[in-house]
């Protein structure tokens, strides 16, 4: 309930004012209300600068009661008058409870009659309203005069409408702590009790929330914290594992980091997990070469990329074995290296007959021999080159052979050139030639030609010889020409 005086807030039903003491309610508020309501003095501009910037009239420090502006003093001093003083009516004294005026005089015998109340009249008993009692005047003459200032305003009463005043602040003073004037909320009483309930629970679980995340961290419930083992060796690791209560297993990871390292966790750093509970740590070791040795090429290189090996180069060796095969590795098998690490696989290539073609005799024996085999020779007959040309071999060029084969070289021969050879020496040896039934004694070999189909043609210088009588007659010698014709063996069939 507000107060229509100084507007406090006051509790639902309160029939007076927690603040001011005045009635709330009823024909007693009606009538205080009357009471107070007059006019509030004017403020002067200069007074209200005053106020503005918190200055103090000097008459009011010293407790003087000072005029309002328009007022019947005008400066002079000398006795107030009453008449001019507002009545104030105040429930007990000269207003009853439920309002009605009345005259504190007529009962003040009657406690005195009891004995329990003084039956003088009270000093500080308000005057009644003006006009309500003409012979009752307020007695003023114990007053001591004062002068004031004609100019000067009281300030406006803050208590009339229910404002505070702002007093000035004293230098060197802690500022004053604010009152609160409000009346209590009774509703807000009420639950009182529950609420205090509610605080005491909700601190009880902040506090048993406290103690459970305290314990969980502590590890006394809801399973141990995985450490972080990695890059610790296993010996380490297992150690660090063992000890909060896991069990340890390892497997080995093929890397380039060092031996016995471990490189991964399962389950990971930092879970939770109940005591017992395996872990797996997966422990480096380091990369060896793998034996590829008889195995094809492909293979091989697969097997070297599976363990890890980046850089692999091939070379070819002549060998008897399965082409393709390697023969070597390097670095050698079981030897430990880095993914880079160059590694080398020597592999079988088969011995293949080089071309000799275009050759000299002596060239061509010479890159048969570089290839490990042996060499042969045979003479081909071939008109359509010049004598003695190499024309292959057998077998052939770029044929796959074992080691230590032999390979024979084809040289061309032309028939006629080995005919005409061949009738060359015979001429020259026959000593006695017979031409037409005719003997004749070969003195000299003028010519000889091929011409073609096993035959070739002579001539030479002969003389006769005829035997008369039994001796021997010559002639004079003369050129004869002949053939000869050969077999495919070089024997002569005929001369003719």
């Given at each position: 309930?507000?107060?229509?005086?100084?507007?406090?807030?006051?509790?639902?039903?309160?029939?007076?004012?927690?603040?001011?003491g005045?009635?709330?309610t009823?024909?007693?508020?009606?009538?205080?209300?009357?009471?107070?309501?007059?006019?509030?003095?004017?403020?002067?501009?200069?007074?209200?600068?005053?106020?503005?910037?918190?200055?103090?009239?000097?008459?009011?420090?010293?407790?003087?009661?000072?005029?309002?502006?328009?007022?019947?003093?005008?400066?002079?001093?000398?006795?107030?008058?009453?008449?001019?003083?507002?009545?104030?009516?105040?429930?007990?004294?000269?207003?009853?409870?439920?309002?009605?005026?009345?005259?504190?005089?007529?009962?003040?015998?009657?406690?005195?009659?009891?004995?329990?109340?003084?039956?003088?009249?009270?000093?500080?008993a308000?005057?009644?309203?003006?006009?309500?009692?003409?012979?009752?005047?307020?007695?003023?003459?114990?007053?001591?005069?004062?002068?004031?200032?004609?100019?000067?305003?009281?300030?406006?009463?803050?208590?009339?409408?229910?404002?505070?005043?702002?007093?000035?602040?004293?230098?060197g003073?802690?500022?004053?702590?604010?009152?609160?004037y409000?009346?209590?909320?009774?509703?807000?009483?009420?639950?009182?009790?529950?609420?205090?309930?509610?605080?005491?629970?909700?601190?009880?679980?902040?506090?048993?929330?406290?103690?459970?995340a305290?314990?969980?961290?502590?590890?006394?419930?809801?399973?141990?914290?995985?450490?972080?083992?990695?890059?610790?060796?296993?010996?380490?690791?297992?150690?660090?594992?063992?000890?909060?209560?896991?069990?340890?297993?390892?497997?080995?990871?093929?890397?380039?980091?060092?031996?016995?390292?471990?490189?991964?966790?399962?389950?990971?750093?930092?879970?939770?997990?109940s005591?017992?509970?395996?872990?797996?740590?997966?422990?480096?070791?380091?990369?060896?070469v793998?034996?590829v040795?008889?195995?094809q090429?492909?293979?091989?290189?697969?097997?070297?990329?599976?363990?890890?090996?980046?850089?692999?180069?091939?070379?070819?060796?002549?060998?008897?074995?399965?082409?393709?095969?390697?023969?070597?590795?390097?670095?050698?098998?079981?030897?430990?290296?880095?993914?880079?690490?160059?590694?080398?696989?020597?592999?079988?290539?088969?011995?293949?007959?080089?071309?000799?073609?275009?050759?000299?005799?002596?060239?061509?024996?010479?890159?048969?021999?570089?290839?490990?085999?042996?060499?042969?020779?045979?003479?081909?007959?071939?008109?359509?080159?010049?004598?003695?040309?190499l024309?292959?071999?057998?077998?052939?060029?770029?044929?796959?052979?074992?080691?230590?084969?032999?390979?024979?070289?084809?040289?061309?021969?032309?028939?006629?050139?080995?005919?005409?050879?061949?009738?060359?020496?015979?001429?020259?040896?026959?000593?006695?030639?017979?031409?037409?039934g005719?003997?004749?004694e070969?003195?000299?070999?003028?010519?000889?030609?091929?011409?073609?189909?096993?035959?070739?043609a002579?001539?030479?210088?002969?003389?006769a010889?005829?035997?008369?009588?039994?001796?021997?007659?010559?002639?004079?010698?003369?050129?004869?020409?002949?053939?000869?014709?050969?077999?495919?063996?070089?024997?002569?069939?005929?001369?003719?």
């Amino acid at each position: 309930m507000i107060c229509p005086h100084c507007h406090c807030d006051n509790r639902d039903g309160a029939k007076f004012c927690n603040e001011c003491g005045r009635p709330l309610t009823g024909p007693a508020a009606e009538v205080v209300e009357d009471a107070f309501a007059f006019e509030e003095p004017e403020v002067s501009e200069d007074r209200a600068l005053d106020e503005e910037q918190g200055a103090e009239d000097p008459a009011e420090e010293e407790g003087f009661a000072v005029e309002p502006e328009g007022s019947s003093r005008t400066g002079a001093s000398g006795p107030l008058d009453p008449d001019s003083l507002p009545s104030i009516d105040v429930v007990g004294v000269n207003v009853a409870e439920d309002g009605s005026a009345f005259d504190p005089d007529d009962d003040a015998e009657a406690p005195a009659a009891q004995g329990d109340v003084d039956p003088a009249p009270s000093a500080y008993a308000p005057r009644p309203a003006a006009g309500s009692d003409p012979d009752r005047t307020a007695d003023l003459s114990g007053l001591d005069e004062c002068l004031v200032d004609s100019s000067y305003v009281p300030p406006k009463a803050s208590w009339r409408s229910g404002d505070t005043m702002e007093m000035p602040r004293i230098e060197g003073a802690s500022e004053p702590r604010q009152k609160d004037y409000r009346a209590p909320d009774p509703n807000k009483k009420k639950g009182g009790k529950a609420k205090v309930a509610v605080i005491v629970i909700a601190c009880l679980l902040v506090a048993a929330g406290a103690a459970a995340a305290a314990t969980y961290q502590m590890e006394l419930w809801g399973g141990k914290m995985l450490p972080d083992v990695v890059g610790m060796t296993q010996t380490d690791a297992a150690a660090v594992l063992e000890e909060k209560g896991f069990s340890v297993r390892s497997t080995e990871v093929v890397s380039d980091e060092p031996e016995g390292v471990v490189l991964l966790m399962d389950p990971g750093a930092g879970s939770r997990q109940s005591e017992g509970t395996e872990v797996v740590v997966h422990v480096s070791v380091s990369r060896t070469v793998p034996n590829v040795v008889g195995r094809q090429r492909d293979e091989a290189a697969a097997q070297l990329e599976d363990a890890g090996f980046e850089n692999v180069s091939f070379a070819t060796e002549k060998s008897d074995e399965r082409e393709g095969t390697v023969l070597a590795v390097s670095p050698e098998a079981g030897a430990k290296a880095q993914a880079a690490t160059p590694v080398t696989l020597t592999v079988a290539v088969p011995y293949t007959v080089p071309d000799i073609a275009g050759m000299s005799w002596n060239d061509a024996v010479a890159a048969l021999e570089a290839e490990g085999l042996v060499v042969a020779s045979a003479y081909v007959y071939d008109d359509s080159v010049a004598d003695g040309t190499l024309l292959g071999t057998n077998p052939a060029a770029g044929e796959k052979v074992a080691s230590g084969s032999t390979v024979t070289i084809n040289i061309s021969r032309a028939r006629g050139a080995e005919l005409e050879a061949a009738a060359w020496t015979y001429l020259q040896s026959v000593g006695t030639l017979t031409l037409g039934g005719t003997v004749y004694e070969v003195q000299s070999v003028d010519g000889v030609s091929y011409q073609g189909n096993e035959t070739t043609a002579f001539t030479i210088t002969g003389a006769a010889v005829t035997t008369l009588d039994g001796e021997t007659v010559r002639t004079s010698a003369r050129q004869k020409n002949g053939v000869i014709v050969w077999d495919a063996a070089n024997n002569i069939v005929s001369v003719s």
